[in-house]
């Protein structure tokens, strides 16, 4: 199983980005999945998570901001960032739990200016 994480990159406060996290070499749906952030010097924070039956879960930090959203047919979980905040830089990684494991994507960088 490989998670392949994108859509990083430089924006401007209050701009927007949209993560994508699409899983290969898996033959049914995944089911939990989400993103953690981490920025330099700070410990690893939970962002979102979205159940197999599509709950979601946010961070206070990011509620109201960001939407986590899943495509089954896609394999693939998204990260919908609005209202961008220098706080939010950090490299993001995706996660999603398969056949009751969990697996890892490399991250992927958000650097919002001010």
């Known amino acids: 199983v490989q998670l392949q994480a994108s859509g990083g990159g430089l924006v401007q406060a209050g701009g927007s980005l949209r993560l994508a996290c699409a899983a290969s070499?898996?033959?049914?749906?995944?089911?939990?999945a989400g993103w953690y952030r981490q920025a330099p010097g700070n410990q690893r924070e939970a962002v979102a998570v979205?159940?197999?039956?599509?709950?979601?879960n946010y961070a206070d930090s990011v509620k109201g901001r960001f939407t986590i959203s899943r495509d089954n047919a896609k394999n693939s979980v998204y990260l919908q960032m609005t209202s961008l905040k220098p706080e939010d830089t950090a490299a993001y990684s995706c996660?999603?739990?398969?056949?009751?494991?969990?697996?890892w994507g490399r991250g992927t960088l958000v650097t919002v200016s001010s």
């Open positions: 070499g898996i033959s049914r749906s995944i089911a939990s």
């Open positions: 996660y999603a739990v398969y056949r009751g494991s969990p697996y």
């Open positions: 979205v159940s197999s039956g599509g709950r979601t």
